[in-house]
Nanobody, 125 residues
Framework: QVQLVESGGGLVQAGGSLRLSCAASGRTISSYGMGWFRQAPGKEREFVSAINWSGGTTYYADSVKGRFTISRDNAKNTVYLRLNSLKPEDTAVYYC??????????????????WGQGTQVTVSS
């Protein structure tokens, strides 16, 4: 079992930045693909970004490409998501996920087995 705990969310003005962290425990995540998803009020959870086990391949939703950066530190069992140039439409609960997704499922919720509880990101205009 893998336990995931997100942190780093908060309230920020439009144009600001945050860095989210996802700390894993229970077992090493070095062999897992890791993803970030988000869910805004009244909307379905959507894919934001993902990174393969080695960190050599990353994926981004079109809406965040060029603004968000995913990275991982397997030695620290932690994954990060840097959020730059934030917009009010980025407001959501951000969830970290771990699993063994294939290339086809890296951007899909069903590619992941373990989920954190989420961290709130609120961007004011």
């Amino acid at each position: 079992q893998v336990q995931l705990v997100e942190s780093g969310g908060g309230l920020v003005q439009a144009g600001g930045s945050l860095r989210l962290s996802c700390a894993a425990s229970g077992r090493t995540i070095s062999s897992y693909g890791m993803g970030w998803f988000r869910q805004a009020p009244g909307k379905e959870r959507e894919f934001v970004s993902a990174i393969n086990w080695s960190g050599g391949t990353t994926y981004y939703a079109d809406s965040v490409k060029g603004r968000f950066t995913i990275s991982r530190d397997n030695a620290k069992n932690t994954v990060y998501l840097r959020l730059n140039s934030l917009k009010p439409e980025d407001t959501a609960v951000y969830y970290c996920a771990a699993g063994s997704p294939t290339r086809a499922t890296m951007t899909l919720m069903r590619g992941y087995n373990y989920w954190g509880q989420g961290t709130q990101v609120t961007v004011s205009s």
